[in-house]
């Protein structure tokens, strides 16, 4: 994509030299816990016992029947112990969910479930390492298990469950069709904040919840005050609470908090500071006509000299107009400023706004919805489409891609049309 001379950006720019790049915001926060999970040893080897003891416990069915059985009785016991309430969508049947090697936000779903059957997982675990079809499977189960009961997966699992957290909430927001790049922005750095915030207090909340934990699995516990006993089981100079708090929690947070500042540099570049004063929110509270002229200023094919003399007064009376206005007053983004410009007229008289607005809103950068189409599309056009037209590719990407509009066209009105097209000898 970012190809200095091949890629698609090269390519755009040497037909536009005008065209900005700015990377997808959902792409970037997977790339974001990917490169944590490749720089930190405990993490990544985290991560891939949870990877191995998902195909273990998924390898056949009766490893499944097995998770499935011992978490039913545990919910009966639940039940018949008044520990887990009745109710409509409480205590559905569950499994460990396998997490996808390209969309990180899975992960976490990965980690809700194997909390909820941790007491099932080990179970199956036992099995495995008693009555394992071969030696390396059952001292594959026999590692894992070992690990699953130790401390350190459990403050793993709880640290990375609330990082992920964070993280796969931003996630599901950057995936929407109607978020503009300014809530984007907006989020992105929100969630930075509550990182930094988890990163201040966030260890002294971690340590009850893992407590707690252990004592429900019978895991055993460790003093924080004690010295930490590292591989091998030599004892250090340094206690656990250093260990845990200053070489794991902190690091990895620091690590998160870095790759945000670094894969989310562009928030602090001049074309995204110029179209913030754009928003209309807090009553045009971010306008700046300094940085909107700049803004059209980018664009040398679209404003001319003259143009950007009318721009500057255009701007000017566009606010004060705009501020004066009651329904300007509630707006929430550029979108919506662009949408109530059309409906009350002001796009005719004030073009060159109107054409600032509209080079804001082609720059989908705040989700995926880019990368929606081209997975689309190799869906669509497969070997033996490989002559398919431009005209009915289009069509067929546009059923595929927008199904909730089409969901509310009805089949008798599209029956109808189709008997209006041409004189047919029967009724449809």
């Excluded at 969508?89 to 990180?104: H, I, K, Y």
């Excluded at 071969?134 to 894992?144: E, K, P, T």
């Excluded at 705040?366 to 081209?374: C, G, I, L, P, Q």
Aim: hydrophobic share 40%; net charge neutral.
């Amino acid at each position: 994509m970012r190809g200095e001379f091949n890629g698609l950006k090269a390519l755009i720019l040497q037909e536009n030299d005008t065209a900005f790049y700015v990377h997808c915001f959902a792409h970037q926060l997977q790339l974001v816990v990917v490169a944590v999970a490749n720089k930190h040893d405990g993490v990544s080897d985290f991560f891939e016992q949870i990877s191995l003891v998902v195909n273990v416990v998924c390898a056949s069915c009766k490893r499944k029947d097995l998770l499935r059985e011992q978490a039913r009785e545990r919910v009966q016991k639940g039940l018949c112990s008044g520990e887990l309430e009745i109710g409509i969508g409480l205590n559905q049947e569950t499994t460990l969910v396998r997490a996808g090697e390209t969309r990180w936000g899975s992960h976490f779903n990965t980690l809700t479930s194997l909390m909820k059957l941790f007491a099932d997982v080990l179970v199956v675990l036992d099995f495995v390492k008693e009555e394992g079809g071969s030696l390396a499977n059952r001292q594959q189960a026999s590692g894992i298990l070992a690990y699953f009961k130790s401390y350190e997966f459990v403050f793993y699992l709880h640290m990375m469950y609330d990082i992920l957290h964070l993280t796969g909430t931003l996630s599901k927001q950057l995936q929407r069709k109607d978020l503009d790049i300014l809530e984007a922005t907006s989020m992105v750095r929100g969630t930075m904040e509550a990182l930094q915030s988890l990163r201040n207090i966030g260890f002294a909340s971690i340590l009850p919840k893992v407590s707690s934990f252990c004592e429900t699995h019978e895991i055993d516990t460790l003093d924080m005050e004690e010295l930490y006993i590292g591989a091998r089981n030599r004892r250090t100079t340094k206690t656990n609470k250093f260990h845990f708090e200053v070489e794991i929690f902190n690091t990895v947070v620091d690590m998160q908090l870095t790759e945000y500042r670094d894969r989310f540099s562009e928030t602090s570049t001049q074309l995204l500071e110029y179209m913030g004063a754009l928003s209309p929110c807090d009553s045009f509270a971010q306008f700046d006509k300094s940085k909107l002229l700049k803004l059209g200023k980018l664009y040398k094919y679209d404003f001319d000299d003259s143009d950007m003399i009318d721009l500057e007064g255009q701007l000017e009376i566009f606010y004060h107009s705009c501020i004066k206005d009651e329904c300007f007053a509630s707006l929430k983004g550029i979108s919506n400023l662009s949408r109530l410009t059309v409906n009350t007229g002001k796009h005719r008289s004030y073009p060159l706004v109107y054409k600032l607005l509209k080079l804001a809103l082609i720059l989908p950068v705040a989700t995926a919805s880019v990368e929606r189409y081209f997975s689309k599309m190799k869906l669509l056009k497969t070997d033996l489409r490989n002559k398919i037209g431009d005209e009915f590719l289009n069509d067929a990407l546009l059923c595929n891609v927008e199904t909730e509009a089409l969901a509310k066209v009805e089949n008798e009105k599209v029956m109808e049309r189709f008997q209006k097209m041409s004189a047919r000898r029967g009724q449809i």
